[in-house]
């Protein structure tokens, strides 16, 4: 807000300069012996009419402008011509007093008006979308906060379950989970990430609940295209790939879920397709729950008008479709999107 008020003053101040060199220009080739001095008492009238308003206006600004505000602007006008009077070499003219007061003055307590109502109307914007912007990354610092707790959660169960059965592998757990962990609290901070790192992300992920499992690997992981130039926001897809594994059969034969993420062009395609269990405890948007809702809110709020969440459940399958458009555009422009749209 402070760099918006300087740059109004620097904007004030090379218009009043070329103001000057303009009078100067004009008076200066006139016949008149005293120009300097007229310009200058011209110049001082100008200034003194204009924030003199300026900052009356910004005095009373937001409120009622009741007898004072009046009383002070009326003193304004009639001491507007006095500055000139004192800078021009001849006695008293009631005439050039008059002149001033009818043509000068109302044409730069306008023009400061104008001026104050321009500042005011840009720096609430500004103050208006900062707001919004505050708003909108405390709900994405909530949102992403959930994301912890919730994995954590499931996670410690399957580890759990490992120590409890003294499994070989549940050190190799600890030490998986330590390296999500990391990735979690030291890069998802940023606003996006390479997508090459998040898919690094999912990999440590599905290793992690592999271990649960003595089949084969039991999900099929597909990746097309550029990850390493393509940026998305961190932490976006764990939500729908834990989904798919919670609300799976306990046992899950090799490739039974399948995943697939596409970079073709300017978009994004993630998709996730699970076995349903036949009888779950849980349902796959249970009430309260924070997948689905998360992944929903957090993409309204980080691609408004760029994605499309499509869902398909059927009797034996539940498939999440997701795309995402735009994802190569900068950063600034993806937030003059978010704000104003």
Known sequence: MERVKKIFWLIHLVVWVLFTLLV??????????YW??????????????????FYLLTQYAGQ????????KLAAIVLTGPLPFLQFHQKPFDFGSYMMHLIATVPIFLFLSWLARVTETLVLNTIQKEQLEKQAIEAELYYLKSQINPHFLFNTLNNIHTLVYKQ????PEAVMQLASLMRYMIYESNAATVPLAREMDYLRDYV???QLRYKNSPVVDLQIAGDTASCFVAPLLFIH?????YKHSPARLEPGDLKVSVEVKEDALAFSVQNPIAKKSANPLEEPGGIGLPNVRKRLALLYPEQHTLT???????????????????????????LLHH
């Not at 729908?240 to 798919?244: Q, R």
Request: aromatic residues 14%; hydrophobic residues 45%.
């Open 24 to 33: 100067v220009l004009q008076l200066s080739n006139d016949a008149d012996a």
């Open 36 to 53: 300097r001095s007229t310009t200058a008492g011209f110049i001082a009238t100008c200034l003194y009419v204009f924030y003199a308003h």
């Open 64 to 71: 009622r402008k009741g007898r004072d505000y009046w009383f």
């Open 167 to 170: 499994a070989p592998a549940a």
């Open 207 to 209: 290793s992690l609940q």
């Open 240 to 244: 729908l790939l834990e989904n798919a």
């Open 311 to 337: 869902i398909q459940n059927t009797a034996d399958t539940f498939t999440v479709n997701l795309t995402i458009h735009g994802l190569h555009a900068p950063a600034y422009e993806r937030q003059a999107y």
